[in-house]
């Protein structure tokens, strides 16, 4: 089926005739589909799991720290990169060259320039605020170890310094500075002196993906490295490294980057540059955001063992702990006190107290210490008894 705006464009003569395979079917191919659903998705799926971080750190863990403030702040410049991203589809960003060149006027080509170059002064800012947010939550996490302090300080300084640089060289890509990026058959291509499209991009992409491995190789370091039992590693190897996603995401995107400027029909892979770019700064906020959802795993998984052990009652597998305690203390004033009670509890506690289970930062504490407490409740026994063992007679 050929779209309208292709069909105004050959009944106006800009569609060149004399090129075989430039048909109107060609033109009127389109991505756009996918790609919005695919942003769309990334979007909502994010901005749940983000709601779900704020509803922990605000309503169980009750501390709203610099981490989080970081990443609401990013959620919002990540909201108008993905607002971009449905505007640049829509203007035919994504279809193929020709239809830019052949069916878009120059001003709607112009257009399409701008908001890119905005699009992604605002993805790369992004980017920083996501790490930035990470980068205050391993501090915090890490706060009484001063080595992986220094290390995480060092970390920022190296993601401030790759920010800058792919920030200035998005803004100062043409010489005077423009928000144009013209292709050569743009009238206006000559007024301007630009670095190559792929240069830029492909520049940016390698240092994103040098950041990503220098971000999430911190909590790698932090496993290896930090004396822990083997269990609570393995806990925090699920809980801290899916940021490592992240890092196939970036490798994603470095790839289209280099097929989009060095083929042909580079604008064909547009929208999947998109999408990529969209679920990179998804990944990465959702990625740090993981540790954040154990205080909410906790609390449902204390409300619903509770739950079940009160509908099952004592006589249960659930009470049999119980029982066996009962069973197995040994007589204390002869066979009329086997019918005592004794209840025994276990209580692991680290140096936080009775509240760690309760906050993410407890994922480094390990539980060195174990009390027992015990309490017995006899049933009313004979004094008869007891003056005749007592040898009171």
């Known amino acids: 089926?050929?779209?309208?705006?292709?069909?105004?464009?050959?009944?106006?003569?800009?569609?060149?005739?004399?090129?075989?395979?430039?048909?109107?079917?060609?033109?009127?191919?389109?991505?756009?589909?996918?790609?919005?659903?695919?942003?769309?998705?990334?979007?909502?799926?994010?901005?749940?799991?983000?709601?779900?971080?704020?509803?922990?750190?605000?309503?169980?863990?009750?501390?709203?720290?610099?981490?989080?403030?970081i990443a609401a702040f990013s959620?919002?410049?990540?909201?108008?990169?993905?607002?971009?991203?449905?505007?640049l589809i829509y203007e035919g960003s994504g279809r193929h060259i020709e239809y830019i060149q052949y069916v878009l006027s120059l001003s709607e080509v112009e257009q399409t320039e701008v908001n890119d170059y905005a699009a992604h002064l605002i993805y790369t800012a992004t980017l920083y605020f996501c790490r930035l947010s990470g980068l205050a939550f391993f501090n915090r996490l890490c706060s009484s170890h001063p080595t992986f302090r220094?290390?995480?300080?060092?970390?920022?300084?190296?993601?401030?310094?790759?920010?800058?640089?792919?920030?200035?060289?998005?803004?100062?890509?043409?010489?005077?500075?423009?928000?144009?990026?013209?292709y050569a058959w743009q009238s206006v291509s000559g007024t301007y002196t630009c670095l190559n499209w792929g240069v830029v991009y492909?520049?940016?992409?390698?240092?994103?993906?040098?950041?990503?491995?220098?971000?999430?190789?911190?909590?790698?370091?932090?496993?290896?490295?930090?004396?822990?039992?083997?269990?609570?590693?393995?806990?925090?190897?699920?809980?801290?490294?899916?940021?490592?996603?992240?890092?196939?995401?970036?490798?994603?995107?470095l790839w289209l980057c280099v097929v989009g400027q060095w083929r042909t029909d580079g604008s064909w892979y547009y929208n999947p540059q998109l999408v990529i770019e969209v679920a990179e700064i998804g990944g990465t906020l959702i990625a740090l955001s993981v540790p954040s959802y154990k205080p909410i795993l906790s609390r449902w998984y204390g409300q619903m063992k509770s739950t079940v052990e009160a509908s099952h009652g004592p006589s249960s597998k659930y009470g049999a702990g119980v029982s066996n305690r009962k069973s197995s203390v040994p007589a204390l004033w002869g066979p009329e006190a086997a019918d005592s009670k004794m209840k025994t509890?276990?209580?692991?506690?680290?140096?936080?107290?009775?509240?760690?289970?309760?906050?993410?930062?407890?994922?480094?504490?390990?539980?060195?210490?174990?009390?027992?407490?015990?309490?017995?409740?006899?049933r009313s026994i004979p004094m008869a008894r007891i003056r005749k063992n007592s040898g009171w007679d």
Request: glycine share 6%; net charge negative.
């Open 75 to 87: 959620w919002a410049c990540f909201s108008a990169f993905m607002a971009l991203c449905l505007i």
């Open 150 to 182: 220094i290390a995480i300080w060092a970390c920022g300084f190296f993601l401030t310094a790759t920010f800058i640089v792919q920030f200035l060289l998005i803004l100062l890509h043409c010489l005077p500075v423009t928000g144009l990026w013209p």
């Open 202 to 253: 492909v520049t940016n992409s390698s240092l994103s993906l040098v950041n990503d491995f220098v971000l999430f190789s911190i909590p790698i370091a932090m496993i290896a490295i930090l004396q822990l039992p083997k269990g609570r590693k393995i806990v925090l190897s699920l809980v801290m490294l899916p940021g490592t996603l992240v890092i196939g995401i970036s490798c994603a995107r």
């Open 345 to 378: 509890s276990i209580q692991s506690c680290g140096p936080s107290g009775a509240s760690r289970d309760s906050s993410d930062d407890s994922l480094l504490t390990p539980d060195d210490n174990i009390y027992v407490t015990t309490d017995v409740n006899m």
């Open 1 to 69: 089926m050929v779209a309208v705006d292709v069909a105004q464009a050959y009944a106006e003569g800009r569609v060149p005739t004399n090129i075989s395979y430039i048909t109107p079917e060609y033109l009127s191919e389109s991505r756009d589909g996918p790609a919005i659903a695919g942003i769309l998705a990334i979007y909502i799926i994010t901005t749940v799991l983000l709601i779900c971080r704020f509803a922990s750190r605000i309503f169980i863990v009750k501390s709203f720290g610099l981490d989080d403030g």
